[in-house]
């Protein structure tokens, strides 16, 4: 087979200019085309219009597919692996906790002080890396608050979720991890089925509808779920925003002078630097987009960076545009599997964005901007900053 781009593998590679490569597909005119993925072959989709559809049609590219081959053994029979109506109870069942009106309870109680806390710990320091110091640990603290996890076992915890995203890379040591998650959570998820409080797992545990209930195993897998879908995209996105932001300086000059512009920024910065670059699924069935026939078991990747980089449907795509309000965003996926951590993620951003920007005066790059890595889950994964002076939380 001949493949666009033989000298990638999407799987493996950094490709340190991806958006730029995606880029002159889309300008050739492709929409399909075969690339090297983990050593075998795949098909990426790179325009907006065919990324949307196929995320609205399961019946060729189901996330079930993808997520029974390659996240099950490690995170269980979770929502990914759901189709029809399993995963219509499933869903309803932890929805609950992440809608726009649960988010915004968390803001004042959780999100706003955790990003506080973390600031503060900088302490007397002036220079850091501030994805390992505040990007990284504040997605996955505000989990593990959330699920009420006791604050000494999370560092242990963090170990282990670290270990699941061997898989399948090094399955034997992602297996234990996996084995080493369940084992700490169980013991938690039955002392809040005896005794509810306040956390996400008391929740879970409670949680029914149409007379179904959430099994232990169910709940391990929405928690293993949650450290990848919800704490490794958003501190991905959370780097490059600040990468962009900081790498601008009439851009963080307006930011500064206006917060009220702090939601458009987040906007863009999903557009532009949603960490989920390129999302494995699998089709069974095969497909064809325009004049290109996918055979039938061959792993797809949407092009979700393409999409949102797609000059079909955002003019001007490659710019930071406040102004913009960008319409039709297939950052978060589409129905029916659409992103049930949309909205905290979103506050997430917006709170971080803010409160850096507000109490780091003078806050600036020390190695200038830095390169995103990988053509998958991609992102800034390191991010040297200093400042003049840190102001206290109001």
Sequence with gaps: MEYALPEV????DEVPDLEAQLATLQAQGKRVVP???????????VRHEDVGRAFRDPKQFPAAAANLRYSLPVQGRTL???EGEEHRIHRALVAEAFQPQAVQALVAPLLRPLANELIDAFGARRQLDLVAEYCHPYPLRVITRLLGIPA??????????????DYPFHP??????????????????????????QDLI?????????????????????????????????????????????SDDALRARLVADPALIPQAVEESVRLFGAVALLPRYTETGARIGDVDIPPDSWVLFGVRSAGRDAAQYPEPDQFDLARHAQRLVTFGGVPHFCLGVHLARAELTIT???????????RLTAGSMP????????????????????PAR
């Design 202 to 246: 008391s929740r879970l545990a409670r949680a029914q509808v149409e007379g179904r209930r959430l099994s232990d195993e169910d709940i391990l897998g929405f928690v293993k779920l949650l450290f990848p879908a919800g704490a490794d995209t958003t501190y991905l996105t959370l780097g490059s925003m600040m990468n962009a932001v900081l």
């Design 353 to 363: 964005l803010e409160l850096l920007l507000a109490r780091l005066k003078g806050l």
């Design 172 to 197: 034997e040591s992602a297996l234990k991890a996996a084995a080493e998650v369940d084992a700490f959570l169980l013991p938690l998820i039955h002392a809040r089925r005896a005794v509810p409080a």
């Design 372 to 391: 995103q890595t990988s053509a998958v889950l991609r992102g800034v994964r390191r991010l040297p900053v200093a400042f003049d002076e840190l102001v």
């Design 9 to 12: 593998d999407f799987g493996r």
């Design 35 to 45: 690339v090297r993925y983990l050593g075998a072959t795949a098909w990426p989709m």
């Design 152 to 165: 000494p076992n999370e560092a242990q915890l963090f170990g282990w979720v670290r270990g699941l995203f």
């Design 80 to 82: 990914l692996c759901m």
